[in-house]
Antibody, heavy 117, light 110 residues
Framework: QVQLQESGPGLVKPSETLSLTCTVS????????WTWIRQPPGKGLEWIGY???????NYNPSLRSRVTMSLDTSKNQFSLSLNFVTAADTAVYFC???????????WGQGTMVTVSS | QSALTQPASVSGSPGQSITISCTGT?????????VSWYQQDPGKAPKLLIFDVNNRPSGVSDRFSGSKSGNTASLTITGLQTEDEADYYC???????????FGGGTKLTV
């Protein structure tokens, strides 16, 4: 059974960089589309983007200028970096496995990130 | 405002059937067969219920089914159970920039 686990700071200061890592177990990051999705408190889901092994990243246009994703096959992990954060970036961040990049069959439990000074 | 439109809430009694709609455009739901549905319990990660409009992953009850007509997709739950009470989200591939878009979610009360 594939399992995903997010890790990273729960509090980030405005204008700084949010960095999260997702560790995958029970499967390899060398297949599928490894995806980040976020959910502001009390709101709906927002697709942030994906990184496939050996392929091109694809980011939400509304976040593209601030987002970078990377993949570490030696650790079976993938990461999210979001810079110049504001309070609007406060959300639960989920990592997920994308199938055909259009639907997500395995998810991490989510990690709450608060942007505040 | 979410890219896909869902009703904020629906309700039903145990044993009944309900349908949740998800309306988009010809650039997403209407133009492609890539509609998915997720169930989310409070404080939990979403769970995939339906993919590619009407396919169920292994292990998902056949009480859940999906369909699409024009720019609107639907999730139907038959034989409602109290444990079906949750938030439900639709998602779709979109050709107009944001690769995957979601609905605002529907709260189901049983």
């Amino acid at each position: 059974q594939v399992q995903l686990q997010e890790s990273g700071p729960g509090l980030v200061k405005p204008s700084e960089t949010l960095s999260l890592t997702c560790t995958v177990s029970g499967g390899s990051v060398t297949t599928y589309y490894w995806t980040w999705i976020r959910q502001p408190p009390g709101k709906g889901l927002e697709w942030i983007g994906y990184i496939p092994y050996g392929g091109s990243t694809n980011y939400n246009p509304s976040l593209r200028s601030r987002v970078t994703m990377s993949l570490d096959t030696s650790k079976n992990q993938f990461s999210l970096s979001l810079n110049f954060v504001t309070a609007a970036d406060t959300a639960v961040y989920f990592c997920a496995r994308g199938v055909g990049a259009t639907h997500f069959d395995f998810w991490g439990q989510g990690t709450m990130v608060t942007v505040s000074s | 405002q979410s890219a896909l439109t869902q009703p904020a809430s629906v309700s039903g009694s145990p044993g009944q059937s309900i349908t949740i709609s998800c309306t988009g455009t010809s650039s997403d739901i209407g133009g492609y067969h890539y509609v998915s549905w997720y169930q989310q319990d409070p404080g939990k990660a979403p769970k995939l219920l339906i993919f590619d409009v009407n396919n169920r992953p292994s292990g998902v009850s056949d009480r859940f089914s999906g369909s699409k007509s024009g720019n609107t997709a639907s999730l139907t739950i038959t034989g409602l159970q109290t444990e079906d009470e949750a938030d439900y989200y639709c998602g779709s591939y979109s050709s107009s920039g944001t690769y995957v878009i979601f609905g605002g979610g529907t709260k189901l009360t049983v």
